[in-house]
């Protein structure tokens, strides 16, 4: 089942430009959070703005596991979800989360060829979904602002090098998520100097479950993390590689692992303050 997407720029429905109506406030004064949620091997980040604005990222490889977490946070809605790229580990979950009726669905462009892909490309337009592929687009997600990095040109059809990244900023706090992304992408958007890379950057989540081929000395010069989060379960790959743990020590990383502490959430306010908690 091809998806189908288009290439434009574009906010929540709330703020359209042809909205003439005063909109509200930002919360500045809220707390934003963001949580890695323990989906075993596999990613999963739930994003929510002060106004109650829901974001998720990826959603692991369990519909049960995605199921569990939306009850247990009270996801009834998610205003906007993006699939990194097309591989199980980051999609399966987003079946699930699709009764949540995503306003906007965003992806690589690059449709994916399972089954998985066809029950959630099949389940986001029984949802009324509207699709989009990355294209740098800003969304206002409450007082936040999420800005999506689209894959650099040239980077073939190999999934993980066409990851989708987002960041988020709320005042002076800011989150950055790369999906799976190698060397070649990172390297790519280094040389286009994109802006949101620019750290520093109070939560991180390491790139590929920490896979050696992930995180390098350059990118993270430039990301300047204060916390790695690394979305991790058991598997055969040696996820997290010795090669990325002793990159992140080396930078000074605080490193955070699902699979030894479970959902790790980070609350942080406009003023760049954050606290942490983790659950299992």
Known sequence: MALL????????????????????EP???????VRFLDVGQGDAVLIRSPEGKTLLVDGGR??????EHMRKYQIDKIDLMVATH?????????????????????????????????????ALQSAGTTFQKA??????LGSAKV??????AGMGDDQNDNSVGVRVDFGEFHALLTGDSEKPETTAWLNQNRPEIEGPVQVYK?????????????????????????SVGENTYGHPTATALNLYKTNG?????????????FTGKADGTYKVNTER
């Open 27 to 33: 919360d500045l004064a809220g707390s934003l959070t």
């Open 135 to 140: 294209n740098n687009q800003v969304f206002n």
């Open 206 to 230: 390491s790139i590929h479950h920490g896979a050696a081929n992930g995180d390098h000395q350059a990118w993270l010069t430039r990301v300047r993390a204060g916390n790695v989060v690394i």
């Open 5 to 24: 997407v288009v290439g434009i720029t574009i906010a929540l429905a709330a703020c359209n430009r042809n909205d003439r109506r005063t909109p509200p």
């Open 86 to 122: 097309a591989d199980a580990d980051h999609i399966a979950g987003l079946v699930e989360a699709a009764g949540a009726k995503p306003t906007y669905f965003i992806n690589n462009g690059l449709a994916g060829t399972t089954q998985t892909w066809e029950r959630l490309v099949s």
């Open 147 to 152: 800005r999506i990095i689209a894959p650099p």
């Open 62 to 67: 369990s519909t049960t596991r995605m199921a």
């Open 253 to 265: 990383i605080k490193v955070y692992r699902t699979d030894q502490q479970g959902t790790v959430t």
